[in-house]
């Protein structure tokens, strides 16, 4: 099953212009991290957010997360085309800290 | 190499046949786990492993699909009589051990499987 649902479930932007994803979840999480997985290619690992961390900042990226809301959202900055990619958020749950429960992800465009 | 390996990269097999697909984690890297992502979802969990023993199995859809891990490195995902449902990339990662490290998992590029 799947823990997250992300929004939306498309974008397109262009270049230059800052893209905003949005999860949600269900359960208490001790962790909560972003991917990224380009056509036909295994997924990359973009940036970890502990539960006690509200925001977090990488580069490009800047992660919030919302514990009591059970919400998380991943910005990224002066898109480039380059970043046209599908993302993913991915939780690891209380108890189950073992594994990685997936989002349905969110696939973004940037256009030049 | 320096990352996860899987191999075959792409398989085609008829309904029925027998499947396995591998996984080479990066040294060192204890945890091991298996997913499963169909067109357009996110990776869907199948089974961890600590070292040589599967932790969590709880993904496993039936008992046609089985994962070993005897050397506490490769493993080797086994489907039994495939079925067209079973067409989906099967994705490899492997972490440092639990409570270590950053907590990420390192992808391989995954198995393509497709069952005719």
């Known amino acids: 099953s799947q823990q997250g649902e992300e929004d939306p479930q498309a974008l397109s932007i262009q270049e230059g212009e800052n893209a905003t994803m949005n999860c949600s979840y269900k359960?208490?999480?001790?962790?909560l991290q972003w991917y990224r997985q380009n056509s036909g290619r295994g997924l990359v690992h973009l940036i970890l957010i502990r539960s006690n961390e509200r925001e977090k900042h990488s580069g490009r990226l800047r992660v919030t997360l919302d514990t009591s809301k059970k919400s998380s959202s991943l910005l990224i900055t002066a898109s480039r085309a380059a970043d046209t990619a599908s993302y993913f958020c991915a939780t690891a749950n209380t108890g189950t800290a073992s594994k990685l429960t997936f989002g349905t992800g969110t696939r973004l465009q940037v256009t030049l | 190499g320096a990352g996860v390996s899987q191999t075959p990269s792409n398989k085609v097999t008829e309904k029925g046949k027998y499947v396995e697909l591998r996984c080479d984690p990066i040294?060192?890297?204890?945890?091991l786990y298996w997913y499963r992502q169909s067109l357009g979802q996110g990776p869907e969990f199948l089974i961890y492993?600590?070292?040589?023993?599967?932790?969590?199995d709880s993904g496993l859809p039936n008992d046609r699909f089985f994962a070993v891990r005897p050397e506490g490195s490769v493993s080797t995902l086994k489907i039994q009589r495939t079925e067209r449902g079973d067409s989906a990339v099967y994705l490899c990662a492997s972490s440092t051990p639990l409570g270590l490290g950053t907590g990420e998992l390192f992808f391989g590029e995954g198995s393509r499987l497709t069952v005719l």
């Open positions: 040294s060192g890297h204890t945890a």
């Open positions: 359960t208490s999480i001790n962790n």
């Open positions: 492993f600590q070292g040589t023993g599967a932790a969590d």
